[in-house]
Every structure is written in C-alpha cells, then in structure tokens.
C-alpha cells in the first residue's frame, strides 16, 4: 500500500488486534487481559502506552509471551491511533465500518460485472453509497 499512496497512514483495528491476543490466552484469563491491556490503547500518548506496555508485559509475559509478541510486532501500525484525540480514537480504533463499506463495494462491483468505463464504476459507487442512507435524512443534516 505504501507504494500506491505513499502518504497513508497505516493503522491497526484494535478489536481485531485484542482478539488475536485472546487466541493466545486461556478463557479464564481473559478478563484480566482485557483489564491490562485497556490502559495500553487508551493512553494519552506513545509514550504512555508504552510505559502501560511494560506494565502489561512484567504481568503476562511469563504465561503467554506471544501475545506481547504479537504486540511488539504491530506496535508500529498500532501508535497512529494514539495521534488522535480521545473522542476521535472511539471512532476510529475499529476498521469495521470501512471493512463493511468495502465489502458493499465488492458486492455491487462484482455483480455488475463490468463497466464501459471508468465514470460508469464511479457511478455505481456513488450509488452503493447512497444507498447507505436510504432515508435521505443524513442529507438533510
């Protein structure tokens, strides 16, 4: 991706990145995993996450140290969500909203088929879009 929009920031969905660290835990200890890690995702800043990322890692690094490898290995598609503010990362620390519209995307494109060109595309997904909304009362906003 980096070399198609060289500019992009990269990010990590949160949700998904707790999840796969539960696949690495016993049930029972779920709980107090989440408890550990809530601190490290919702630190004020990278430097702060990462003294809550130590914290973590003293606690559960001797029962399942893959899961601050999994950590450590995604820290750097993890900390752009820490430039944000507070009220934005609740928005933003999940990718399941564009997971779902490209998935609409996807649905649309691939039923049709084909396009004569490249304005009939945009078009059809201007109207997925659209269709997002079939109220119209977001327009209205």
Request: hydrophobic share 40%.
């Amino acid at each position: 991706m980096a070399q198609v929009w060289p500019a992009t920031i990269v990010q990590v969905c949160v949700i998904h990145l707790l999840r796969n660290s539960f696949r690495y835990a016993s049930r029972t200890d779920w709980p107090g995993i989440a408890r550990d890690l809530k601190p490290v995702y919702q630190a004020p800043t990278e430097a702060a996450a990462l003294d809550r990322f130590a914290e973590f890692s003293e606690t559960w690094e001797h029962r399942y140290p893959a899961i601050i490898k999994l950590w450590e290995n995604t820290w750097t598609e993890f900390t752009p969500l820490l430039n944000f503010d507070p009220e934005i990362r609740t928005v933003i620390c999940t990718t399941n909203a564009i997971e779902s519209l490209n998935a609409r995307f996807r649905r649309a494109v691939k039923t049709r088929g084909h396009f004569p060109n490249e304005q009939a595309a945009l078009k059809c997904l201007y109207l997925v879009i659209c269709t997002l909304d079939p109220t119209g009362k977001s327009r209205k906003r």
